[in-house]
């Protein structure tokens, strides 16, 4: 079993075989053999739309199954193997790349904040979030793809014009590759003992008409590999608060939040299998984003409006108060049947509140508070799913 145990690849979602991975020719002609050229790779064309050239891969595409000269080496120019790829779609695969590794999902319809909250995760990920856990966190395909576009955007906020991203559009030239993290740390362990723990993860980023209806949803397949799914709600969108978001000149999609939950669920009802009389397994980490913006129904000594902590575990006991709190939000807004659903369809679900920004923008422009980027609790719901997966450790449960 070990020998065929699957994974899927952080960039394509196929499930693969990580003791039976592609490699890509180094390059490194041997002494009289002609050398390969750099081509346009057609898996990466096929999936990423990315004409850049690169050396031949030495393995099946489907299979993984290498196809080495009898020394082992290319077969075409006698090099050594090059790095790992992934043998569906030729991505050059992180070294912590293994079975355990995690997928994830964030979703929700536009104007909920997706690409915004993802490009100061990006940010905190390496930066409070390291910290935090004494970590590296990498980005390696930091200078391409959903990646490039993150930072690019946070740049923009945080350094430029302070002006937020606009929507993500649609794609219909091939996806983007999305933003690819590894994670390394010392774990500690009982009775004094450490080990490094490792692991591969990612995010993909839709456009919010993906989920406007069930049937767009559909299209998004990809979430049925996912290790779990963080879901963004526009709390504008809620019935009492569409009047508020008028008076500030906030927009929102007239997609309720419930109609969103029904898309996501069909989705990974479907590409799971799983039947109406079962729960869907897979963690969902539902966020109420923008939650500076009610602070005002929020207690000030309220855990959901304090800083996230600076320990290195996710706080069990904290995420069940703000669970509770943002729980009774939701209902005084309108959405109860939106709990309801989430019970009824979930085995494990989690509430959550926080700010990309932390400090309401200018509607009207479209930007950044005057006081900056001061993001609120934006690990915290990814945080929760690798503390469920075991990947780091959670207290007070």
């Known amino acids: 079993m070990l020998f065929s145990t699957t994974a899927p690849c952080p960039y394509c979602y196929t499930e693969i075989n990580p003791r039976k991975l592609a490699y890509r020719c180094s390059g490194r002609h041997a002494a009289g053999r002609t050398p390969c050229e750099k081509k346009v790779d057609q898996a990466r064309s096929r999936h990423f739309n990315d004409t850049n050239g690169y050396w031949p891969v030495i393995g099946s595409e489907r299979t993984g199954l290498p196809k080495l000269g009898s020394s082992g080496n290319c077969e075409g120019c006698g090099s050594e193997p090059g790095p790992p790829v992934c043998p569906e779609c030729h991505s050059l695969l992180p070294s912590e790349y293994g079975a355990d590794s995690a997928l994830f999902g964030m979703v929700g319809v536009r104007g909920s904040g997706k690409t915004v909250m993802l490009s100061v995760l990006d940010s905190e990920l390496q930066n409070s979030v390291a910290d935090r856990f004494d970590a590296a966190i990498d980005a390696p395909g930091g200078k391409s793809g959903l990646t490039k576009d993150l930072r ?237 997966r075991g990947f780091i450790p959670s207290t007070g449960a």
């Open 152 to 388: 690019a955007y946070h740049q923009l906020m945080s350094e430029g014009s302070g002006t937020v991203p606009g929507q993500t559009q649609e794609n219909r030239s091939g996806r983007k590759e999305p933003a690819v993290y590894s994670w390394r740390y010392t774990k500690k362990g009982a009775l004094g003992t450490s080990r490094t723990a490792s692991t591969v993860f990612s995010f993909y980023d839709n456009a919010g008409e993906d989920f406007a209806t069930t049937d767009a949803a559909m299209t998004q397949r990809y979430l049925g590999a996912t290790s779990g799914v963080i879901l963004l709600l526009d709390p504008f969108g809620f019935p009492a608060n569409r009047e508020r978001a008028v008076d500030k000149g906030a927009g929102f999609m007239e997609t309720g939040p419930e109609e969103v939950v029904d898309a996501i669920t069909s989705v990974l009802r479907a590409t799971g299998n799983v039947k109406r009389t079962k729960k869907i397994k897979q963690p969902i980490a539902v966020v109420v984003s923008k939650i500076d913006a009610f602070f005002d129904q929020i207690d000030e000594g309220h855990p959901l409006r304090s800083p996230s902590s600076q320990r290195p575990m996710f706080d069990e006991t904290e995420g069940q108060t703000v669970h509770d709190h943002v729980g009774l939000l939701i209902q005084q807004w309108g959405g109860a049947g939106l709990i309801r659903k989430l019970e009824h369809n979930y085995t494990s679900f989690r509430l959550f509140g926080a700010s990309a920004l932390g400090a309401e923008p200018d509607y009207a422009s479209q930007r950044v508070n005057q006081r900056g980027l001061l993001p609120h609790r934006v690990a915290e719901p990814l945080l929760w799913l690798m503390a469920i």
